[in-house]
């Protein structure tokens, strides 16, 4: 089935530095991917809407200066949080849907990015 | 009023009973339906797609009625292994694909 691949796993940073997410589909080509944001106990929250060579949809509220976000090829895209606080520790994780699994075909999410800012 | 909503729980059962999510969307041109599992500290997983003659796998029972714009999803025989949170995801294709998750509903099985 398809696999999005996602790391790192986990990441420890100081405030105010740069941290990348990478997020590759392995057996698939996804011309979207998607990028979500979790709180603890509560839902994914969609930031933003990664679609390969063109900028990226931001959602409203989501800084798009300060979670870049690229998508330079169908198997790659990366989200970079610049100059991280320590409001913005969460966990992050991308999804991509095999385009072709037809309209019913779910979402495959990377295993997820835990930030911690300190 | 939220976009895709779902029971609060958290449910507390015990084995081998029987479970039933339930949750609305508000959006009339949602087109596809989804039920994802999430384990604490995990990423969401694909449980089962939701079709509109409803489907079933194993223990599982996923059903959609469009005109209520409702989705369920019933856990027979309910195990251990089955405690997690589970999402209801419907997509939109509004130019584009949009998926809305719902907020989830924790379940503990209990022995």
């Known amino acids: 089935g398809a696999v999005v691949s996602q790391h790192p796993s986990w990441v420890i940073c100081k405030s105010g530095t740069s941290v990348k997410i990478e997020c590759r589909s392995l057996?698939?080509?996804?011309?979207?991917m998607f990028w979500y944001r979790q709180f603890p106990k509560q839902s994914l929250m969609l930031m933003a809407t990664?679609?390969?060579?063109?900028?990226?949809?931001?959602e409203q509220g989501v800084e798009k200066d300060k979670f870049l976000i690229n998508h330079a090829s169908l198997t790659l895209s990366t989200l970079t949080v610049t100059s991280a606080h320590p409001e913005d520790s969460s966990f992050y994780i991308c999804?991509?849907?095999?385009?072709?699994?037809?309209?019913?075909?779910?979402?495959?999410f990377g295993s997820g990015t835990r930030l911690t800012v300190v | 009023r939220k976009e895709v909503e779902q029971d609060p729980g958290p449910f507390n059962v015990p084995e081998g009973a029987t479970v039933a999510f339930n949750c609305t969307y508000s959006?009339?041109?949602?087109?596809?339906f989804f039920w994802y599992r999430q384990d604490c500290r995990k990423e969401p997983k694909l449980l089962m797609s939701?079709?509109?003659s409803g489907n079933e796998d194993g223990r599982f029972t996923a059903q959609l009625n469009r005109a209520s714009q409702y989705i369920s999803l019933l856990i027979r025989d309910s195990k251990l292994s089955d405690s997690a949170t589970y999402l209801c995801?419907?997509?939109?294709?509004?130019?584009?694909?949009?998926?809305?998750f719902g907020a989830g509903t924790r379940l503990f099985v209990k022995a």
């Open positions: 999804s991509a849907r095999a385009l072709d699994l037809g309209a019913m075909g779910g979402y495959t």
């Open positions: 057996d698939f080509q996804a011309t979207t």
């Open positions: 990664s679609n390969e060579g063109s900028k990226a949809t931001y």
């Open positions: 959006n009339s041109a949602s087109q596809s």
């Open positions: 939701v079709y509109s």
């Open positions: 995801v419907v997509t939109l294709n509004t130019g584009g694909f949009k998926t809305i």
